[in-house]
């Protein structure tokens, strides 16, 4: 299995509320990244988990949280979001944790909207 | 920081015909990636040069690296309308755990 996944496709949701979002890989690959990319600009990182663990958050917001919850899973919990949070989600994995070392896989993404 | 700055930042051209993107970068880097993004999907990876490295090939796609002048290309031969995507070119942030990409070319191949 040579693929990242990542459901929900599409997500509508409003400032109140909580909802997350969640990526799968089962390469064995040790990292794992949230980006945010807004139309026709370049994907932006948010977070870096390193063998399960925060290794890198670029000044994300409070609202946004993530979770690894093992090597395969990576979830991001987000809570009172603004309108301007819309966007695609895309979650990628590498073989190591080298980051920039190594070519990432990503997922389809998940496109966010919120009302 | 920003990274990649790619040129031109759109192109459209006629199928069959050859594609060139360049992409610049700020610092020193140990490799450069180049990714593909068909519209609101997922990136693909599609070759990756070391800076010891000056060319490299994959199929129809060759990417040079000049370290030089913080410089590479992306050219891509005998253009199929599947091609149409937009292409982002990416360096690693020295000494950090990250990629940071260019702003990205977006190919229009004409059938």
């Known amino acids: 299995d040579t693929e990242v996944t990542q459901t929900p496709k599409h997500l509508v949701m409003g400032m109140t509320n909580k909802k997350s979002l969640k990526c799968e890989q089962h390469?064995?690959?040790?990292?794992m990244y949230w980006y945010k990319q807004k139309a026709k600009k370049p994907p932006e990182l948010m977070f870096v988990?390193?063998?399960?663990?925060?290794?890198i958050n670029e000044s994300v917001p409070s609202r946004f949280s993530p979770e690894c919850p093992n090597s395969s899973l990576l979830n991001l919990h987000l809570h009172a979001l603004q309108p301007e949070d819309s966007a695609l989600y895309l979650c990628?994995?590498?073989?190591?944790?080298?980051?920039?070392?190594?070519?990432?896989?990503f997922g389809p993404g998940t496109r966010l909207t919120v009302l | 920081s920003q990274q990649g700055e790619e040129d031109p930042q759109a192109l459209s051209i006629q199928e069959g015909e050859n594609a060139t993107m360049n992409c610049s970068y700020k610092?020193?880097?140990?490799?450069l990636q180049w990714y593909r993004q068909n519209s609101g999907r997922g990136l693909v990876h599609l070759i990756l040069?070391?800076?010891?490295?000056r060319e490299k090939h994959s199929g129809r796609l060759r990417v040079t690296l000049d370290t030089s002048k913080k410089s590479s290309s992306l050219l891509i031969t005998a253009s199929r309308a599947a091609d149409t995507a937009s292409y982002f070119c990416?360096?690693?942030?020295?000494?950090?755990?990250?990629?940071?990409f260019g702003q990205g070319t977006r190919l229009t191949i004409n059938p």
């Open positions: 990628a994995s590498s073989p190591q944790t080298s980051g920039g070392l190594d070519e990432q896989f």
């Open positions: 390469m064995g690959h040790r990292a």
């Open positions: 988990y390193s063998y399960e663990k925060l290794s």
């Open positions: 610092t020193s880097i140990n490799n």
């Open positions: 040069i070391r800076s010891n490295e």
């Open positions: 990416a360096t690693d942030d020295q000494g950090a755990q990250k990629l940071v």
